[in-house]
């Protein structure tokens, strides 16, 4: 078993340059194998999500090797299966994702129910709903889903509610499909326009029209292309509350502010200090940091991926702060380990008209009651031992770790390694005393 080992009380002081974005990685690794040729990703972070898509890929007869520093060599030359076996699915979120890709190639696609971090019942019917009006067909046997089509044609596609991952899948689906694909309330996230960028750069002709309509003009055939992955916002939101939460100052080099706009207004709120400049952003504690009420949202709005981060923080403002989680069910399993750590934080549900119209899940498949926190602060946090459930669990519990005083000690450490590529030893360059161990 790995470990970690986090003595906090240090400032972070120095610079973090950000790798590739996990939330679109695996999903331009999964893209390429749509076309007729090699493609070459660039900027790609080395977390295990990319090597675990990676086996998926070599292990379908297609491959999927590094070459170089941060490039990724993506060739669907030799695909020869439409099957993906069970270990894989229970390992990340993204099974479903080679539908799609399955489909364009063979026709069929047999891929295990997808793992992933535990935060809330994935509403996967959107998926579904959307490929099957592209003419596919779907049944649940097994422990596997079962797909098939002779060949997906466009279709005018509606999400009852905002899918960003759904999104992702109906533009793979659309972009060989017959004729003309129109989605609508479609998701925003600039990883989704990575994505665009990438098919359309392989030939495809995919266009946003409107605020939340996408068009796919199918096309017959994609080449492999070039294109460099986006900045990993998640990471700069990291150490930023890091650096913001130990009293430090750290510049993350090629950090977006464009991607980060609904992070930078809360910080505004809190008075906290950061500079945009051509560098990427620096953030540094300048005074003490204020309360502030924030309700996650779908983009553009603050996203529910930085939360559990922003929690942490707040731990360490003065007054009175709320977190009203509208877009994952179950995205509060880190409050426990802060609340051991000191935190003064509350569960609570806020007063609401429609809920059903405030919510981006299903509430009929929701396993709690209480979607909100309150965090009075400042509060000193003290060391204790955790063991991690999720990426961004583990990420906000390092975070705080940092700030509290005494050594933390944390297990199951595989979660972490997931979405951040040497995070240990990028902490460690920025002066955090942390140190991690394997086990026997």
Not at 342 to 356: M, N, S, V
């Amino acid at each position: 078993m790995t470990s970690l080992t986090v003595t906090g009380g240090t400032p972070l002081r120095g610079s973090v340059r950000l790798g590739g974005a996990k939330n679109a990685s695996f999903k331009l690794m999964i893209a390429a194998l749509l076309g007729t040729s090699e493609s070459r990703l660039l900027n790609f972070s080395q977390i295990s999500d990319v090597q675990l898509v990676s086996s998926i890929i070599n292990y379908l007869g297609g491959s999927a090797r590094t070459a170089g520093e941060r490039a990724l060599f993506i060739d669907p030359a030799g695909l020869s299966s439409h099957s993906i076996d069970a270990k894989h699915g229970e390992q990340g979120r993204f099974s479903t994702m080679f539908i799609p890709v399955l489909l364009h190639t063979f026709g069929r696609a047999n891929v295990p129910a997808p793992g992933g971090d535990k935060i809330g019942k994935r509403p996967l019917e959107r998926h579904f709903d959307g490929l099957a009006a592209l003419g596919a067909t779907i049944i649940f046997e097994d422990g596997m889903y079962k797909a098939r089509a002779e060949r997906m044609v466009g279709a005018e596609y509606t999400f009852e509610k905002n899918s960003h991952t759904g999104t992702e899948t109906l533009i793979m689906a659309g972009v060989l499909a017959r004729g003309t694909t129109v989605l609508k309330n479609a998701a925003r996230e600039p990883e989704i326009d990575d994505l665009i960028a990438f098919l359309n750069a392989m030939g495809g002709h995919i266009k946003r029209t409107a605020d939340r309509t996408i068009v796919i003009e199918g096309v017959k055939e994609l080449h492999g292309a070039i294109h460099k992955l986006l900045p990993d916002r998640n990471e700069a939101v990291t150490y930023a509350c890091a650096a913001l939460g130990t009293k430090g100052d750290v510049v993350i080099e090629n950090a977006r502010a464009k991607d980060l706009h609904a992070f930078l207004q809360v910080l505004d709120q809190m008075k906290a200090g950061y500079e945009v400049g051509q560098y990427g952003i620096r953030f540094f504690y300048k005074d003490e940091l204020q309360a502030t009420d924030i309700t996650t949202k779908i983009e553009p709005g603050f996203m529910t991926d930085w939360q559990p981060l922003m929690a942490t923080l707040l731990t360490q403002c003065q007054g009175k702060s709320t977190i009203h989680e509208t877009v994952m069910d179950s995205r509060f399993q880190y409050v426990p380990e802060l609340q051991r750590m000191g935190a003064d934080i509350t569960l609570f549900q806020p007063k609401l008209g429609r809920a059903e119209n405030t919510y981006n899940f299903n509430l009929a498949d929701s396993t709690n009651d209480l979607h909100a926190i309150g965090i009075t602060g400042p509060t000193p946090l003290v060391a204790t031992d955790i063991t991690i459930k999720d990426l961004r669990h583990g990420a906000t519990l390092i975070t705080a770790a940092l700030i509290a005083q005494g050594t933390s000690h944390f297990s199951a450490i595989e979660h972490v390694d997931r979405g951040y590529e040497a995070l240990e030893e990028r902490l460690r360059s920025l002066g955090a005393v942390i140190q991690r161990e394997e086990g026997a």
